[in-house]
């Protein structure tokens, strides 16, 4: 069965940072690209960034320069460094696989950015 934790969310003022992490278990992790979404309130659920299995990177142009995704194999856990961080940042963020082989998805983890 496959599961997703993620962790590490927040309430921080803007230009803050924060460290999200998701833990995955019940797949082949280090084979899987992994990306991280978010969802604010009222909002679809939108792509935040996604990092291969062999750690190439993409990101969403709203937080290109800001956020870094990062992959710990060992742990079969991806992390996302937020810097910088703005009120329209204020979301439920989520892991998982790419659009079109979503599995299960977690809780999510809140991040909130006061102005």
């Known amino acids: 069965q496959v599961q997703l934790v993620e962790s590490g969310g927040g309430l921080v003022q803007a230009g803050g940072s924060l460290r999200l992490s998701c833990t995955a278990s019940?797949?082949?992790?280090?084979?899987?690209?992994m990306s991280w979404y978010r969802q604010a309130p009222e909002k679809q659920r939108e792509f935040v960034a996604t990092?291969?299995?062999?750690?190439?990177?993409n990101y969403a142009d709203s937080v290109k320069g800001r956020f870094t995704i990062s992959r710990e194999n060992a742990k079969n856990t991806v992390y996302l460094q937020m810097n910088s961080l703005k009120p329209e940042d204020t979301a439920v963020y989520y892991c998982?696989?790419?659009?079109?082989?979503?599995?299960?998805w977690g809780q999510g983890t809140q991040v909130t950015v006061s102005s």
């Open positions: 998982n696989r790419p659009t079109g082989y979503y599995v299960s």
């Open positions: 019940g797949i082949i992790f280090s084979i899987n690209t």
């Open positions: 990092i291969t299995s062999g750690g190439s990177t």
